[in-house]
């Protein structure tokens, strides 16, 4: 069994096989975003081998999800009727 994502420590490396089993998904997926920049987390060449800190993934997570959360906004929104990103940055971070 291996521990929650969140008990480990931010400098830790993972492998793409460990990170692939953390966020469930395939190692093939992983491998196909290190190829595309910007679209998978970030990771660090260690001679031949690829790894993954954890501080990283958790910082791709969160940016993740904030992308998910403007583009449901901005989706659901008709062109008329968009915000400035001013306004979803302050709605995002709680603020009025």
């Known amino acids: ?3 929650a994502f ?3 420590d ?3 490396l993972l492998t793409t096989d460990q990170l692939s089993q953390y966020l469930q998904i395939s190692v093939s997926s992983l491998n196909k975003a290190r190829m595309e920049p910007g679209k998978g987390p970030r990771f660090i060449k260690v001679g031949a081998s690829v790894r993954y800190r954890v501080g990283d993934v958790r910082a ?3 940016e993740m999800s904030r992308r998910s959360v403007r583009v449901a906004m901005v ?4 062109d008329d009727d968009l ?3 001013e306004e979803i940055d ?5 603020e009025e």
């Open 75 to 78: 989706t659901a929104l008709s």
């Open 60 to 62: 791709y997570l969160d």
């Open 90 to 94: 302050a709605w995002l971070r709680g």
């Open 10 to 12: 931010p400098e830790m």
């Open 1 to 3: 069994m291996i521990p």
């Open 83 to 85: 915000p400035d990103p």
């Open 6 to 8: 969140s008990a480990l």
